[in-house]
């Protein structure tokens, strides 16, 4: 009995055996169909999308000609955001041409008139060109009658401003006739300065999901003729918009971009200038690290001719009194290699 045990157990297993390597063999055949099959392999994810593409940065700024020598202020006494050192392309490309670039950081007027802006408009008198980037603070009532004064008189101004910080939770409004000094909050705007000549400044930064500089911050702006002229692609990060009215005029465009505070898409003017008066909604393109991007260098190149193109009467803005005064002007010479 034990021995027919033994046997009727292996035969069993024996079986057994059989039985699953038969299904093993089916299940193959119905699992592996699929690999037999016509379809086509997803294609594998192409890693050189993730490369940027590089940009054009082989440029250089351009000294304007002319054989007169200016006199090129940069305020920097409204605790602005720009320093003489991140204007040294500009810088470098007037000093190159023989003018006279001079850094304004506050001071005492000269004689008894301490009335606010004093100081700030008898450095005006002996300049020809006035550079405003990003102030921390505005510009009192006396400061920009002056400025007015100046421009009227032939001297060229550049205001160039930044977004407001996306972190504020206020917005302050500049408003001509403050009668304060440095006391109101400017938010990287030249406001009440830019809306004496019918500019004025946008709240948000522009943007281009699509086509833009390796950085959807980055966008490209274009124009014709005049401080546009051969700019048909310059580079502008993190700009903001610039609205004209009354005789100010677009002169540069970001085509088909969006702004951050509406999420509009549009063409929006960049650049303006009213005369003798140049506003541009960004400061970047001023700077070492972005003034050779692009056609910056062409952009700035025109910038730094408007600024020393004009032909300012000597003198103004006249002082309170009436007399001319100051004629020398102040402020720091800046001094390159």
Same mark, same amino acid.
């Given at each position: 009995?034990?021995?027919?045990?033994?046997?009727?157990?292996?035969?069993?297993?024996?079986?057994?055996?059989?039985?699953?390597?038969?299904?093993?063999?089916?299940?193959?055949?119905?699992?592996?169909?699929?690999?037999?099959?016509?379809?086509?392999?997803?294609?594998?994810?192409?890693?050189?999308?993730?490369?940027?593409?590089?940009?054009?940065?082989?440029?250089?700024?351009?000294?304007?000609?002319?054989?007169?020598?200016?006199?090129?202020?940069?305020?920097?006494?409204?605790?602005?955001?720009?320093?003489?050192?991140?204007?040294?392309?500009?810088?470098?490309?007037?000093?190159?041409?023989?003018?006279?670039?001079?850094?304004?950081?506050?001071?005492? %007027?000269?004689?008894?008139?301490?009335?606010?802006?004093?100081?700030?408009?008898?450095?005006?008198?002996?300049?020809?060109?006035?550079?405003?980037?990003?102030?921390?603070?505005?510009?009192?009532?006396?400061?920009?009658?002056?400025?007015?004064?100046?421009?009227?008189?032939?001297?060229?101004?550049?205001?160039?401003?930044?977004?407001?910080?996306?972190?504020?939770?206020?917005?302050?409004?500049?408003?001509?006739?403050?009668?304060?000094?440095?006391?109101?909050?400017?938010?990287?705007?030249?406001?009440?300065?830019?809306?004496?000549?019918?500019?004025?400044?946008?709240?948000?930064?522009?943007?281009?999901?699509?086509?833009?500089?390796?950085?959807?911050?980055?966008?490209?702006?274009?124009?014709?003729?005049?401080?546009?002229?051969?700019?048909? %692609?310059?580079?502008?990060?993190?700009?903001?918009?610039?609205?004209?009215?009354?005789?100010?005029?677009?002169?540069?465009?970001?085509?088909?971009?969006?702004?951050?505070?509406?999420?509009?898409?549009?063409?929006?003017?960049?650049?303006?200038?009213?005369?003798?008066?140049?506003?541009?909604?960004?400061?970047?393109?001023?700077?070492?690290?972005?003034?050779?991007?692009?056609?910056?260098?062409?952009?700035?190149?025109?910038?730094?001719?408007?600024?020393?193109?004009?032909?300012?009467?000597?003198?103004?803005?006249?002082?309170?009194?009436?007399?001319?005064?100051?004629?020398?002007?102040?402020?720091?010479?800046?001094?390159?290699?």
């Amino acid at each position: 009995m034990r021995a027919r045990e033994v046997a009727r157990a292996v035969g069993v297993v024996a079986v057994v055996a059989a039985v699953v390597l038969a299904a093993a063999f089916a299940g193959g055949l119905v699992l592996g169909s699929p690999a037999q099959s016509d379809a086509p392999a997803a294609p594998a994810y192409d890693t050189n999308e993730l490369v940027a593409e590089p940009i054009e940065d082989g440029g250089s700024v351009t000294p304007p000609a002319g054989d007169e020598s200016k006199t090129v202020v940069v305020d920097v006494s409204h605790g602005n955001d720009v320093s003489e050192d991140a204007l040294q392309p500009l810088v470098d490309a007037l000093v190159a041409a023989d003018h006279e670039v001079r850094v304004y950081g506050g001071g005492s %007027s000269s004689g008894f008139n301490s009335q606010p802006g004093a100081a700030f408009n008898e450095t005006l008198r002996g300049a020809d060109a006035l550079v405003v980037a990003s102030p921390a603070t505005t510009y009192s009532s006396n400061e920009v009658a002056g400025v007015e004064a100046f421009a009227d008189a032939g001297g060229r101004v550049l205001l160039a401003a930044e977004p407001p910080p996306t972190t504020s939770t206020t917005s302050t409004v500049s408003i001509p006739g403050l009668t304060s000094s440095g006391s109101v909050s400017a938010a990287g705007q030249p406001a009440n300065l830019a809306a004496a000549f019918g500019v004025s400044f946008g709240n948000g930064y522009l943007y281009d999901m699509a086509e833009n500089a390796n950085n959807f911050q980055s966008v490209y702006a274009s124009g014709d003729g005049g401080v546009a002229d051969g700019v048909e %692609s310059a580079i502008l990060t993190d700009a903001t918009p610039v609205t004209t009215g009354g005789d100010a005029s677009p002169v540069l465009t970001a085509s088909d971009v969006s702004l951050s505070s509406t999420r509009d898409e549009a063409s929006y003017s960049v650049a303006a200038r009213n005369g003798n008066v140049l506003a541009v909604g960004d400061t970047d393109f001023l700077t070492s690290s972005a003034a050779t991007e692009g056609d910056n260098d062409v952009l700035l190149s025109n910038v730094a001719a408007f600024l020393v193109t004009g032909d300012k009467e000597a003198g103004a803005p006249a002082s309170p009194s009436g007399s001319a005064g100051g004629q020398n002007g102040t402020g720091t010479p800046v001094v390159t290699a």
